[in-house]
């Protein structure tokens, strides 16, 4: 899809205020260029600044920033600094209304539905005289191959690349000989240096060798299940060892609050039961509830069920019930009382099995509530063994207000605030008193446990090392193929990448020379070198100078109007390649440094090398307007002048009243004096 500009709208933008900034560029599909012609001062470069903005992803100006868009009486006049732009497809007529209003915030997005368009064509469409110069003499190679990266469109595969290059580090970076020599050393520690390598199976011998010496029997470890295995005998020979002393009673009731502890707050512990219980018989009650309510006439089962069977089995003109004829009753007939018996009776159904369901519940609530009271009870007896007298008082606080819940014949919304009051209360005290208190609790140790304690330590630490060792080597190979792989595809993508960039600078090196050629054809036309560097991320510019193998840098070499074409040849051979699904451009004063000769031959660059675009021409050169309106006239382009600018509303536009049929009839000389006395001629012809 190819799309042109049918028109183009500016206001409260830089000296363009109320007037003089509305452009009708297409008709039915066809696209139309302009030349406009101004003296210096009345505000042409506006519309450039303007269109530049508008294409800007940024809202950024080059050679203005941010901050100096808006006319200054914008605010004033209460007129939004804005452009907008209507954008149609030549071939299905879609159309595009677009307007970006100048913001002054860092936050200045590109209208979404104009930067896929603008992205599809990605080279500068607005060209200036000082851009002539700038991209040839002032940028560096680095900027040069950024600027070029960003017209071929290559944006993108330039952060592909950089992404390559990162990945590539972060893989070479990836240092598993170290983790491996320091899970080598773990291994020598903990077996006492007896075991100095990564060896599995000296390590397992190790380890068997250690428990045999505190169980007095051989353990066979012959796999790394093994040794958690033995870990698992060595800890219940401890416990065996423990509850042989004389502080296996302290022991046994740390050990039990540990666990109540956990058996109270942990996910599916008895917490969380006694909630869910609740929720589930507050839920059920008022369901019943409900079904209560809807089904009050419930009194009158035995009688409807009576009903019913006098009216399944035949026919009657009235009521069984209160012989009020049919007809005369609000049911109207027996079919009608039928459907609403066995409706009611359907109800009671259901409340009766709702009822089953809620006392259901609310005996799973009562068996949890009795099931805490019992746990805070035990913790309240252990705590007392243990001497931890705060924790003892606060379990038997909580040990009454659970019996008082269990004990109540209240339903279960009565009880729902209580509670879940109680069940806060039991969570703060385990997490705030119980956890803390035995944590600051020391038991006495039993010697003849801390061998068994150690040796339990090291195995622990053997297997976590052999296991990590394991993964080390799984990763080690993972990584080896990740890098191998990943080198391939890289170097095929810079590859690519390097033949991509050659070729499209090959073909836009091809069509510089063309141009330059065409506008300097009887100079000594030097050969252009192009030179991109991927792997640098530079771009050389370079001319032969009298010899075809020493090229040198323009800047030094070339005159003011070589290098302007140079310039020009670039920026016109980049809009060609790359813009055509939007060859729309703006150039504004290009032609300040060249002379008669030369700007009829940049006359005939546009005519012939532009025909496809849609051009916005600006210039302040009466000769250059004159040469332009001469060509191409009769080509769909547009021709005004501004006579002047005026603070308070902006450029005063004129169109240019020579009608094609009467171009030859003037002389060239009158296109050729000063810019005042040819308006004056022209508007006293016409």
């Known amino acids: 899809m190819s799309w042109i500009v049918a028109k183009l709208s500016i206001a409260g933008i830089r000296g363009v205020l109320d007037r003089g900034g509305d452009f009708e560029l297409a008709r039915d599909r066809s696209p139309g260029s302009i030349a406009l012609y101004a003296p210096g001062a009345c505000g042409k470069s506006s519309y450039a600044d303007a269109v530049e903005y508008l294409f800007s992803e940024d809202g950024r100006v080059a050679h203005l920033g941010k901050g100096e868009l808006p006319h200054v009486l914008a605010e004033e006049r209460g007129i939004k600094p804005q452009v907008s732009v209507t954008l149609v497809d030549p071939k299905s007529g879609e159309s595009i209304p677009i307007t970006r209003l100048v913001r002054m915030s860092r936050v200045d997005n590109m209208p979404p539905e104009l930067l896929p368009i603008i992205r599809a064509a990605p080279a500068h469409r607005v060209l200036r005289q000082h851009d002539l110069r700038r991209f040839v003499v002032a940028m560096t190679p680095g900027a040069k191959y950024a600027e070029l990266s960003r017209w071929f469109g290559l944006t993108r595969l330039e952060k592909i690349l950089e992404h390559l290059e990162i990945t590539s580090n972060v893989l070479e970076s990836r240092d598993f000989e170290r983790e491996v020599e320091e899970r080598v050393q773990d291994i020598a520690r903990h077996t006492d240096h007896t075991v100095t390598e990564h060896d599995e199976r000296a390590v397992l011998d190790w380890c068997e060798a250690e428990a045999e010496r505190h169980l007095g029997a051989r353990l066979a470890i012959d796999s790394l299940q093994g040794m958690k295995k033995a870990i698992r005998t060595l800890k219940q020979l401890q416990g065996r060892i423990i509850l042989a002393s004389d502080v296996a009673e302290l022991y046994q009731a740390k050990l039990t609050l540990e666990q109540i ?37 419930g009194v009158f089962q035995e009688v409807w069920e009576a009903a019913s069977g006098v009216l399944e089995s035949r026919l009657t003109d ?287 660059l546009i005519a012939e090398r532009l025909g496809g675009f849609q051009v916005f021409l600006t210039t302040h050169d009466w000769r250059f307007y004159a040469m332009l309106k001469d060509r191409l006239h009769d080509k769909g382009w547009l021709f005004e002048r501004i006579s002047g600018w005026d603070f308070e509303h902006g450029p005063k536009r004129e169109v240019d009243a020579l009608r094609p049929d009467r171009i030859n009839t003037r002389s060239f000389a009158d296109f050729t004096k000063s810019p005042t006395e040819s308006c004056q001629r022209i508007q006293g012809s016409d």
Request: with cysteine; net charge negative; aromatic share 4%.
């Open 318 to 604: 009235e009521c069984p019930v209160c012989r009020t004829p049919w007809v005369r009753s609000h049911i109207g007939s027996q079919e009608g009382a039928l459907i609403s018996l066995t409706s009611r009776r359907n109800e009671l159904t259901e409340l009766a099995a709702a009822r089953s369901e809620q006392q259901k519940a609310t005996r799973e609530l009562e068996t949890a509530i009795r099931a805490l009271e019992a746990r805070l009870a035990k913790t309240s007896a252990q705590a007392a063994k243990l001497s931890l007298s705060e924790v003892e008082t606060q379990a038997t606080e909580l040990v009454e207000a659970a019996g008082a819940l269990s004990t109540t014949d209240r339903f279960p919304s009565q009880l729902q605030g209580e509670c879940e009051e109680l069940l806060s209360r039991c969570r703060q005290f385990v997490v705030t008193r119980l956890r803390p208190a035995l944590q600051s609790l020391h038991i006495s140790k039993v010697p003849a446990t801390d061998q068994v304690q150690a040796t339990i330590a090291h195995l622990q630490a053997l297997w976590d090392a052999l296991i990590r060792l394991k993964e080390l080597r799984r990763e080690r190979e993972e990584y080896r193929n990740i890098k191998r792989d990943f080198n391939v595809v890289a170097d095929v993508i810079r590859e690519r990448a390097a033949t991509t960039v050659n070729d499209v600078v090959a073909a836009l090196r091809d069509d510089v020379q063309s141009i330059y050629q065409m506008i300097h054809p009887t100079d000594a036309v030097p050969n252009i070198h192009i030179v991109p560097d991927a792997e640098s991320k530079t771009l050389t510019v370079q001319v032969d100078f009298h010899s075809s193998d020493r090229p040198v840098p323009p800047a030094g070499y070339l005159s003011e109007s070589q290098i302007s074409t140079l310039g020009l040849a670039l920026f016109i051979s980049s809009i060609g390649l790359f813009n055509r699904r939007f060859p729309f451009l703006f150039l504004d004063d290009v032609v300040s440094s060249y002379d008669a000769e030369h700007k009829e031959r940049i006359v005939d």
């Open 261 to 297: 502890a956990t058996g109270l707050v942990s996910p599916d512990g008895q917490l969380q039961l006694c909630h869910t219980a609740l929720t589930a018989a507050v839920v059920a009650e008022r369901h019943t509830a409900s079904l209560f309510t809807a089904s009050k006439h």
